[in-house]
Nanobody, 120 residues
Framework: QVQLVESGGGLVQAGGSLRLSCVVS????????MGWYRQAPGKQRELVAA???????NYADSVKGRFAISRDNAKNTVYLQMNSLKPEDTAVYYC??????????????WGQGTQVTVSS
């Protein structure tokens, strides 16, 4: 069984910063891409940022230059540093990880979500 536990969400004023963390635990064989998605009320879930096992990153245009994704492979943890936050960043943020639990296929796993609210 695999678990993803997110932390770091909260309420912040516009221009402020937050750091999200997602710890992956359980029967893990290999972790591939780790990423963060977000879903605002009435909108579809969208990719915010992702990082491959080799450290290659990808960002949504709306967060480039403000957010930074990183990972600690020894701790099975992915981070999202969010700076210069805007009210439009308000959403539930979800951690997503692609991994294998053995020699079988790769599956996607999701965290429970953490609320980020940016006040104007």
């Amino acid at each position: 069984q695999v678990q993803l536990v997110e932390s770091g969400g909260g309420l912040v004023q516009a221009g402020g910063s937050l750091r999200l963390s997602c710890v992956v635990s359980g029967s893990i064989f290999k972790i591939y891409t780790m990423g963060w998605y977000r879903q605002a009320p009435g909108k579809q879930r969208e990719l915010v940022a992702a990082i491959t096992s080799g450290g290659i990153t990808n960002y949504a245009d709306s967060v480039k230059g403000r957010f930074a994704i990183s990972r600690d492979n020894a701790k099975n943890t992915v981070y999202l540093q969010m700076n210069s936050l805007k009210p439009e960043d308000t959403a539930v943020y979800y951690c997503n990880v692609a991994l294998t639990t053995g020699w079988g296929p790769k599956y996607d796993y999701w965290g429970q979500g953490t609320q980020v609210t940016v006040s104007s």
